[in-house]
Structures are given as C-alpha cells and as structure tokens.
C-alpha cells in the first residue's frame, strides 16, 4: 500500500517524503535503485535521522551504508546511481527561541559526518560532491539568530511558509542566501517554502476551499522567485488534529477538517479502499498540482533554449526576466488572481513560444527581445 501511495505520488510529479521501505533497515537501499535511481520523475527524499535532535552516530551510520552501497554499485558495472545527489535532511520542523540550539548542533552534525565521510569517496568525485551537497530543510523564515555557516551550525535551508515572499524585499532577502559567497558555506544554502494549515486566502493554499487555480499558480510563482523546493505536511492525513493537541478519527468522507477550521488541508489523496481498490483516489487539489508543476517543467524548458542561444551568442539573458510577460495579471507577490481565462490566455502563448524556440532558436529570442 505504501508502493501504491508513492508511485501515485510521483504519478503526479509530487515527492513522497519518504521511500515505502525505509524504516531505519538497508531494504530503502535496494528500494533507492528500483523506485529513484531509475526514475526520472522521482527529484528529491528524505533521509530517516531522527527528528528534533538527531546523533551523530546515527548520521554517520547511515551514510556510511549509502557509501558503501554506492561504491559497490560502482564497482560492479553501475556508473549512473548516485544515492546522494537527490537525497536531503529534514528534522527541525519550526523551530522556537528555545530550540535554535538544536538546528545549529544538528546541522553540525550533518555539516561534519559529510566531511568526514568524503574522502571515502575520493575516487568518485561527482558522488563526494552529492554527498557534501545534500540540503538540511529547516521550516523557517530567515532570522538573523539562525544564520550560520559550515563551523558553526545554523539553517542551511530556509524553508518559510508561502506568505514570506509577498514583498519584493522579503524575496530578495532570500535570493541573497541563494549566493554562495554570501554563507560561509562551501556548498551554498538553498531556500524551498511550504504550507500547512497556514497561510489562507489570499494567499495560495491547498484547501478545499481556495480557488483552484491558487495551487496551480503556486508553481509559476516558485519558478519565478527562485525558490528550489516545495514541502507540504502531508498528502493523506485521515485523522484530525485538534487545538487543543488531541487526534480524534474522522470519516474523510464527510469531514474535510484535518484541522478544526481548516478544510481538507494535509489531504490530497482518499482511500481507495472504500471502492475497493488497492490504491489511494486523486482529488481535483492534486491534479491542479500536477498540472502546475509540469508547467513548471515548460519554465525549465525555456530556461535550457535560453542558455543555448547564451552559449551560441555569447549573451547573458535571463530566463526569469523574459518570462514576465507570461506572468503578467496571474499574480501580485504572493497573491493569485482568480482569472482562469487569462491564464489560459498566457499559457498558450508560453507553449506558442516554446514552439517557435524549438523551430528557429534566434528569430525567437529576437521575438522576446524586441
């Protein structure tokens, strides 16, 4: 069943947080080779550390197996699985004043068991570079008391809720972490964003209740504002979750509040199993999401035909300002607009676009350029 939910996931170009196997054994390892290394959909999973205040003898234990496993593939005829390059950390989740210790002493640990563990892999250079390269997700919005660096611990990922970026000087305060020469880290900091239960209209959200095309404008806004990664709290929470701290049952199918007050967050997936099938139901949430993130693949295809036409010019043109036009009525900041026609309008323009930059690269540009 957990096979069912994350192949239905990835179906829908959305990552599970974790691999159906992975309960602390080696069998995610095999897992890793079947259902990631070999699947190109599948972009990014979680490690299992401990959550709040990880160890590290279980850090290093447990890349100390995915080292071994790598180089053994590598030496037995697999030049292409690195079990590295997609993997992250996640286990601050919004931390408070009281537990900033705990997110710079779990970085550290991470920070070190890397570097430690990286001259093992010194005749594989792209895989010691995975290795000293996977992200540490911290749910927060930037706070000068959790900036840090390699030697002292801090976020390396900052991970705040979707609102943080409805200003221009917010979003720039982020993009300044997304510059490597600015952290004091030798492999940069990267900046993802996230919902749960919050924020509501009108900002995006995926409640029942928001209009439709918030989640699917979600990914234009993310490709627009840089920001690398998308982490939502849960995709099949069939319980709910009380203020006061209690989790009571609910049937999913009359009760759409995960959380009180809170329609059909944390649920994007029914049970099959009410029809009697041996996979989780869809909901229209989740297809819209679908649908946005494989237009955010539109995004990465422009920004491919941009760089060749860089590379044969010689120019520097930047994905991020030619595709404004497209952007243009869909959004202010982080506020959708609910005008589904005009974005049917500029989507097919985007795909017009892409067309003409498939058929004749430079009378396209010199099109966008005009």
Known sequence: MKKAYFNTLVDHR???????????????????????????????YRLNVPNNKTDATSVTTLLTKMIERNIYLREHGDSTTDLFKKAYFYVNDEPTGETYADVRNNDLIFTNAKKALA?????????????????????????????GSDTIGGVQTWCPQFSEFNSAALRSIYASRQVKSNTGRAYGENVWWYGCITPASPFPSYHTDANLINSRLLSWMQYDYGVEGNLYWDVCYYQKYQSSGQIIDRDVWTDANSYEDCCGDGQLLYPGSTYGLTKPISTLRLESIREGNEDYEYFYLFDQYVQSY?????????????LQRYYQGLFTDMKPKNAPELFASQRASLLSMLEKMGADLNSAIAELTK
Not at 15 to 43: C, F, H, I, K, Q
Not at 310 to 322: E, P, R, Y
């Open 14 to 44: 959305m990552m599970p947080d974790r691999l159906p196997n992975d309960d602390g054994s080696d069998t995610w390892l095999e897992d890793y080779v079947d259902l990631v290394a070999s699947n190109p959909a599948v972009n990014s």
């Open 119 to 147: 001259p093992r892999l010194a005749a594989y250079p792209a895989l010691q570079k995975s290795l000293l390269s996977i992200k540490n997700i911290v749910t927060a919005p930037y706070n000068e008391s959790l900036v």
């Open 310 to 322: 860089n590379a044969a010019q010689g120019t520097s043109l930047k994905s991020v300002d030619l």
